[in-house]
C-alpha cells in the first residue's frame, strides 16, 4: 500500500472514531453533525420546558425548535464558546433574559416564530455590530410602542446602563434595522398588520422607569440640602450669639493695670487732654507730673490708675473704650482692649 492510500486511511478512521464519538455524546432528541471543524447540533422539543444540559461544548451551530420557553435565559449556553450560529425557532419565546455578549464567534441568530414583542438592546449589546445575520420574522412586535404606551414600563424601557438615558426596546431596534436593513431581516409590526418596522412613526418618550429611582434621590438631595442650610443658620447664630456674649463680659470686666501699663506706652502728649476729658482737675493733673517729673509713662500710667480708682466698680474696658472713643482717640491705640487674647 503506499503512503498516499495509508494517508487517507488514517484520515477515514479518524473521521469515522470522532462522527462515532459525536454521536455517542449527542444528547437524547438531537442530532450532531461534523463537518471538520464545524460541530451541528439540532435538538427538538416535543414541547419540552428543558433544554438539554449536556450538549457538546464545541457545538459551533445550534438549532433547538418546537420548545416551550416563555423565558430564554441565555446563559445556560455560556459554555458553547465556540458558537457562530444560534437558531431558536418555534420556542413560543416572549422574554430573553441574558446577553449574546458571550458568544464571540456569534454571527447568525434566528429568533423567528416566537412570541416577541419587543427586544431589549441588552440582549443583543455590542455583538449587533458585528452580527452577519439576526432573522426576527413571525414575532408580533408592537412597534408602536413607546413609555406609557401597549407595554409595562419594564418591558419597553432598558435603563440599566444609564438611568438619564433609557433605550426604547422597538426604537434602538428600528434604528438597527435602518442602518444594516440586510442583516436585521423579517420583522414587521403587529400594530398596524404586517407593517415594516422602517415605516412606523416611534413617539419620542421619557422613560416612566426612571422617576421611580430619579424620585427618591431628588428628594433625598432637596432633604439632606434643607439640613445642611439649618445646620449652618444654627451654628452661625450660636457662633454669633457667642461672640456677642463673650464681648459682652469682656467688656464687663474690670480693667486691669497691666491693660493701664499698655494703654500708657500707646499715649503721647495728649494725655493731659486725655485726663480732664477722663473727669480729672487741672490740679490732679499737676500734681501727677510733679511727683513723677522725669517719667511720661509713668504719669500717664498714674493718671489712668488715678481713673480707675474714681469709678471704682464702673472702671470696666467697655466704660473706658467708650470715653477713648468720645475722646476721639486713634483706635489702634485701645483695639488690644476688645482683643479677647489681651483681655485678661
Known amino acids: 500500500m503506499s503512503m498516499w492510500h495509508m494517508h487517507w486511511l488514517v484520515v477515514f478512521v479518524a ?5 462515532t464519538w459525536c454521536a455517542s455524546s449527542c444528547p437524547p432528541n438531537c442530532s450532531c453533525e461534523e463537518y471538520v471543524v464545524e460541530l451541528n447540533v439540532v435538538c427538538s422539543g416535543n414541547g419540552s420546558k428543558t433544554i438539554p444540559d449536556d450538549l457538546p461544548l464545541d457545538t459551533t451551530y445550534l438549532t433547538l425548535t418546537g420548545f416551550k420557553l416563555p423565558v430564554l435565559d441565555l ?14 425557532v418555534s420556542d413560543e419565546i416572549a422574554q430573553i433574559e441574558g446577553t449574546l455578549e458571550m458568544f464571540t464567534y456569534l454571527h447568525e441568530v434566528d429568533l423567528s416564530k416566537n412570541k416577541l414583542t419587543s427586544v431589549s438592546p441588552r440582549t443583543f449589546g455590542n455583538t449587533a455590530k458585528s452580527l452577519g445575520l439576526v432573522d426576527l420574522d413571525g414575532n408580533p412586535f408592537h412597534c408602536d410602542a413607546h413609555c406609557g404606551g401597549l407595554l409595562s414600563d419594564s418591558e419597553q424601557c432598558d435603563c440599566s446602563i444609564n438611568m438619564f438615558d433609557c433605550i426604547c426596546n422597538i426604537e434602538w431596534l428600528k434604528e438597527q ?3 444594516r436593513p440586510s442583516v436585521w431581516v423579517g420583522i414587521r409590526c403587529h400594530v398596524p398588520k404586517d407593517a415594516d418596522i422602517q415605516n412606523v412613526e416611534i413617539h419620542d418618550y421619557w422613560c416612566k422607569t426612571k422617576w421611580r429611582y430619579l424620585l427618591p434621590i431628588i428628594l433625598a438631595c432637596v432633604l439632606l440640602t434643607i ?12 457662633k454669633s450669639r457667642y461672640v456677642h456674649l463673650e ?3 469682656r467688656h464687663t470686666d474690670q480693667v486691669t493695670e497691666e491693660q493701664l501699663n499698655k494703654l ?6 495728649e494725655w493731659e487732654s486725655l485726663a ?17 517729673n522725669r517719667n511720661t509713662r509713668v504719669q500717664i500710667f498714674n493718671m489712668l490708675v488715678f481713673w480707675k480708682n474714681e469709678m471704682g466698680e464702673q472702671a470696666t474696658v467697655g466704660t473706658l473704650v467708650e470715653q477713648l472713643k468720645s475722646f476721639q482717640l486713634d483706635p489702634e491705640m485701645y ?4 482683643d479677647s487674647s489681651n483681655s485678661d
Open 15 to 19: 473521521l469515522s472514531v470522532s462522527r
Open 75 to 88: 446563559r445556560v449556553f455560556g459554555g458553547l464558546k465556540k458558537l457562530r450560529g444560534l437558531r431558536l
Open 177 to 179: 434595522v435602518k442602518q
Open 227 to 238: 439640613g445642611l442650610i439649618a445646620t449652618l443658620v444654627y451654628k452661625c447664630k450660636k
Open 247 to 249: 464681648s459682652l463680659y
Open 264 to 269: 500708657a506706652g500707646k499715649l503721647g502728649k
Open 276 to 292: 480732664i476729658h477722663l473727669g480729672m482737675t487741672k490740679a490732679e493733673v499737676d500734681r501727677i507730673i510733679a511727683d513723677n
Open 335 to 338: 483695639e488690644f482692649l476688645d
